[in-house]
T-cell receptor, first 114, second 112 residues
């Protein structure tokens, strides 16, 4: 089954404790991205990657890092989480090179930073 | 980037058709119209997309006006499980072509 898998689904952590949210897709997609969703602000893109070893900032990259060492994986790293990073996070993947390709989203990771 | 305008909310009776409007008056000639939905805090789910012709799949129909300045998503027989936020999105261009710019969407509530 084609899917994007995020882990963990729920995470409560303390300020400053480094964490990683994993994202994996099984569709051989080149393009992967991370979004955060906050009430009243909708979905905002954090980082994206057009292919292995190619990453770029989205609209709200501050406080986040990503890596793309393998095509299927795109982890989101919070080196020093802060309470304003409490949010619902989504990973997405899609093909590149066509205007009419759809994006597949993971089920989300609800992060709480206290 | 073309912007979209959707009503913030709408109700629909179970079993009836739900018609969700979207305005995208600044859409460019080669930009597609996409529809996604998000069931409470789950990941957004693709529904349908189109360029200028009407489209239909097992989930919904998409009607795009001839001038492409607006479109309507039709859920032919709404069920309670169709209660969700529906997003109308016009695909961005350039280096960030892959990004989906989500707006506020339309909260659809299907009632028994």
């Amino acid at each position: 089954e084609a899917q994007v898998t995020q882990n963990p689904r729920y995470l409560i952590t303390v300020t400053g404790k480094k964490l990683t949210v994993t994202c994996s897709q099984n569709m051989n997609h080149e393009y992967m991205s991370w979004y955060r969703q906050d009430p009243g602000l909708g979905l905002r893109q954090i980082y994206y990657s057009m292919n292995v070893e190619v990453t770029d900032k989205g609209d709200v990259p501050e406080g986040y890092k990503v890596s793309r060492k393998e095509k299927r994986n795109f982890p989101l790293i919070l080196e020093s989480p802060s309470p304003n990073q409490t949010s619902l996070y989504f990973c997405a993947s899609s093909l590149v090179g066509r205007m009419n390709t759809e994006a597949f989203f993971g089920q989300g990771t609800r992060l709480t930073v206290v | 980037d073309a912007k979209t305008t959707q009503p913030p909310s709408m109700d629909c009776a179970e079993g009836r058709a739900a018609n969700l409007p979207c305005n995208h008056s600044t859409i460019s000639g080669n930009e597609y119209v996409y529809w996604y939905r998000q069931i409470h805090s789950q990941g957004p789910q693709y529904i349908i997309h189109g360029l200028k012709n009407n489209e239909t799949n097992e989930m919904a129909s998409l009607i795009i006006t001839e001038d492409r300045k607006s479109s309507t998503l039709i859920l032919p027989h709404a069920t309670l499980r169709d209660t969700a936020v529906y997003y109308c999105i016009v695909r961005v261009q350039g280096d960030s072509w892959g990004k989906f710019q989500f707006g506020a969407g339309t909260q659809v509530v299907v009632t028994p």
